[in-house]
């Protein structure tokens, strides 16, 4: 839930008001409702910032081919330019809240 209020507070500090106030408020909902919203996060910032914010698997294989992803890992590219590349993460979806908090710095360090 701290990541969460991370995320949106920087996005709000950047002019991203399209987070839904109902499930914020109470997060009782659908766990994945937050999933959805980082989704529309990331469109924004791709279309109004020309950053995106892409998510690398990394598989484990074994005799029949790839049998899970156990690590995950984002990059942030710019006009084919790779700004920042994390760590690996072991959820996909902790990798894409790192990367999106990661380019909202960088838009926040574009205006000032």
Not at 47 to 54: M, P, Q, Y
Not at 82 to 104: C, P, T
């Amino acid at each position: 839930m701290k990541k969460q209020k991370e995320i949106i507070a920087l996005a709000r500090l950047k002019n991203y008001g399209r987070f839904y106030h109902g499930w914020i408020e109470d997060n009782k909902g659908n766990e994945n409702a937050w999933y959805l919203e980082c989704c529309l996060l990331q469109q924004w910032l791709r279309k109004t910032h020309n950053l995106s914010v892409v998510i690398l698997h990394f598989p484990k294989y074994n005799n029949k081919g790839i049998s899970k992803y156990i690590e995950y890992r984002y990059s942030i590219i710019e006009d084919n330019e790779i700004w920042d590349e994390s760590e690996r993460h072991k959820s996909f979806e902790e990798a894409l809240e790192e990367g999106l908090e990661e380019a909202l710095k960088i838009v926040k360090e574009r205006s000032v």
